[in-house]
């Protein structure tokens, strides 16, 4: 099977999970948030940088719940329209505040 080239938007939504993922990480280290969830380094250092932008639905949950994000919380921020990495911070609010 082959699999297609990513759209633009997959792109952009790749991008935008890495940069709510990261900044929910805040001064946690990598491999400490990687191994919690079950995930290498390399792979969550992946997926903060864009590098994988459609990772696996239990990748993301796993690191999701980790780093105190509901699945909520992720789908509403990639999904936003006109979003971008300076309105992520959102549900990082009020994933800091509970």
Do not use: C, H, N, Y
């Not at 297609?4 to 001064?27: K, Q, S």
């Not at 390399?42 to 997926?47: A, D, G, N, S, V």
Request: charged residues 25%.
């Amino acid at each position: 099977m082959v699999r297609l080239p990513l759209t633009p938007a997959e792109i952009e939504r790749g991008r935008r999970l890495g940069t709510l993922l990261r900044l929910a990480r805040g001064p946690r280290p990598m491999l400490q948030v990687a191994l919690d969830a079950g995930l290498s380094p390399e792979t969550l250092r992946k997926i903060e940088t864009g590098r994988v932008a459609t990772p696996a639905f239990s990748t993301i949950a796993a690191i999701a719940g980790v780093v105190g994000l509901s699945l909520d919380d992720v789908w509403t921020e990639i999904t936003r329209d006109g979003g971008g990495a300076a309105d992520v911070p959102s549900s990082l609010d009020a994933a800091r505040a509970s």
